[in-house]
Antibody
Framework: EVQLVESGGGLVKPGGSLRLSCAAS????????MNWVRQAPGKGLEWVSS????????YYADSVRGRFTISRDNAKNSVYLQMNSLRAEDTAVYYC?????????????WGRGTLVTVSS | QSALTQPASVSGSPGQSITISCTGT?????????VSWYQQHPGKAPELMIY???HRPSGVSNRFSGSKSGNTASLTISGLQAEDEADYFC??????????FGTGTKVTVL
């Protein structure tokens, strides 16, 4: 069974840091591009970042570039999102979403997400 | 990286057809045929309904169809059913190797 389990969310003060993790199982993790997508409460989806299967290609949304860092460990079937200098507008449910390489340009697998709340 | 533009809400009666538009630019929707659509029920994760403009994943009803013209993509739901009431988001891969999502449309079945 395919499973994605996000963790690491919680309450953090503005300017603080948090590290999210996503543990994957049930598919060949090392063959997939991994993404983080977030959704602020009552708002739409926002793509945050992606990392290619070999970590060679990494991309960020303008809203998080310079503050967030994506990484992965194929031996542990996990992807991470280090979030620094957090702002109130980063408050959201964060989902990890794999994308099949080289030709899948969509997200057909989603975890349940982990909630990040940035508030003093 | 501005969000793609969708109508905030669309409604229809059971059995009717509705269409949700998704307008982008020549750098996203107009650049590639990599538009996808997601359905999201309250408190749930999104579910893929359409990929590559008009392809349906296995298990998705053929009442859902997608199309694209220029910088605008569309999702049509025919034979509207109560279970179709949800939020719908479009998405496109972009010329910058990133993704952009739509603003979202709430579908109400009257």
């Amino acid at each position: 069974e395919v499973q994605l389990v996000e963790s690491g969310g919680g309450l953090v003060k503005p300017g603080g840091s948090l590290r999210l993790s996503c543990a994957a199982s049930g598919f060949t993790f090392s063959s997939y591009n991994m993404n983080w997508v977030r959704q602020a409460p009552g708002k739409g989806l926002e793509w945050v970042s992606s990392i290619s299967s070999s970590s060679s290609f990494i991309y960020y949304a303008d809203s998080v570039r310079g503050r967030f860092t994506i990484s992965r460990d194929n031996a542990k079937n996990s992807v991470y999102l280090q979030m620094n200098s957090l702002r109130a507008e980063d408050t959201a449910v964060y989902y990890c979403a794999p994308r099949g390489e080289p030709s899948h340009w969509y997200f057909d697998l989603w975890g349940r997400g982990t909630l990040v709340t940035v508030s003093s | 990286q501005s969000a793609l533009t969708q109508p905030a809400s669309v409604s229809g009666s059971p059995g009717q057809s509705i269409t949700i538009s998704c307008t982008g630019t020549s750098s996203d929707i107009g650049y590639y045929n990599y538009v996808s659509w997601y359905q999201q029920h309250p408190g749930k994760a999104p579910e893929l309904m359409i990929y590559d403009v008009s392809h349906r994943p296995s298990g998705v009803s053929n009442r859902f169809s997608g199309s694209k013209s220029g910088n605008t993509a569309s999702l049509t739901i025919s034979g509207l059913q109560a279970e179709d009431e949800a939020d719908y988001f479009c998405s496109s891969y972009t010329s910058s190797s990133t993704f952009v999502f739509g603003t979202g449309t709430k579908v109400t079945v009257l």
